[in-house]
């Protein structure tokens, strides 16, 4: 895992925005959180750090984020949604079943590569006080599971589609493929974003290959009786 990197103390101070656009303020703080993740990952947020690099006093970052799990989630969830409207036209253009897993597998290495490998340890800490979402702000949970779902929605419909109609149901229909499915993407991604990748000779395009291949297989085949 990467190691926790903060700003270099002798970075000079970012210029603050505009006193009262709180919206400007809000970008700044987000703006310097992504660069803490993209050098250190989750583990480099520090708060007294991203309010540096934004340019505000500690006691200015709490009025608009109480923890930095809050601001991961924000930015997560944004994150999602981007990745969300990156596949819809590889969703609206896809004929073939293996081909869309395969493409769906590419695009997805980015979401993980920044935010998917975290966010066991994010969850962890965002649940350990016994609830689901118990330290996110409403609206901001909210946000996070409608961009989860709305992406989960959208490679579904479009698995039904490239798959076509079936007698008896196909397995593609049924909650346990779409598991398999998340499975196979996040283990992927587990695999190509860390050292385990050197622990076998396949490039990572042989990977996705072949497990867009299998999957695709095992997904068009007829259900049992």
Known sequence: MTSAVSLPTNAPPRAPTKWGDREGRRRDILDAAQVQMAEGGYLALNMRDIARGAGVSPGTLYQYFSTKEEIFATLYAAAIEAHNARIAPI????????????????????????????????SALVT??????????????????????????????????????????RMIDQPLALTLLWTMLNGIGDHLTSERRHLTPFSGDQLITFTARTLAAGLLSPSAS
């Open 91 to 122: 969703c609206q253009q896809a004929t073939d079943l293996e081909a869309f897993l395969g493409d769906i597998a590419v695009a997805y290495l980015d979401l993980y590569s920044t935010y998917g490998r975290y966010f066991t340890l994010w």
């Open 128 to 169: 350990e006080g016994g609830s689901e979402d118990a330290s996110l702000p409403v609206d901001l949970a909210r946000q996070l599971r409608h961009a989860t779902f709305a992406g989960t929605d959208l490679m579904v419909s479009t698995m039904r589609r490239v798959a076509g109609p079936a007698s008896p149901p």
